[in-house]
């Protein structure tokens, strides 16, 4: 089937991707299901992680922390995505 062709690299999941996001903080999860990017959730949970400890706890600070990372990767990879005149054509 040529629709299962791809050059990514193929990876078996040790984990249950539903049962870790199911694990995660309401706030997080709720961020994440709004989340532009596909996260997987251990990924954005050891970003949260990280984001908690810069901000003293502050969940709302560290969920700005997360926004701000998710919009210097879309503007990093939109160019690619979309071509180099994104958003102006």
Do not use: Y
Not at 41 to 49: A, F, I, K, N, T
Not at 56 to 64: F, I, P, S, V, Y
Not at 76 to 83: E, K, L, T
């Amino acid at each position: 089937m040529s629709n299962l062709k791809t050059s990514l690299r193929k990876r078996r999941r040790a984990s249950d991707p539903m049962r870790e996001f199911d694990h995660l903080p309401r706030t997080l999860r709720i961020w994440l299901a709004e989340a532009a990017l596909p996260w997987s959730p251990r990924s954005v949970r050891r970003l949260w992680s990280k984001a908690l400890q810069q901000s003293g706890g502050c969940e709302t600070r560290a969920l700005a922390h997360l926004s701000e990372i998710e919009a210097k990767r879309l503007t990093h990879d939109a160019p690619r995505v979309w071509g180099a005149r994104f958003p102006q054509v």
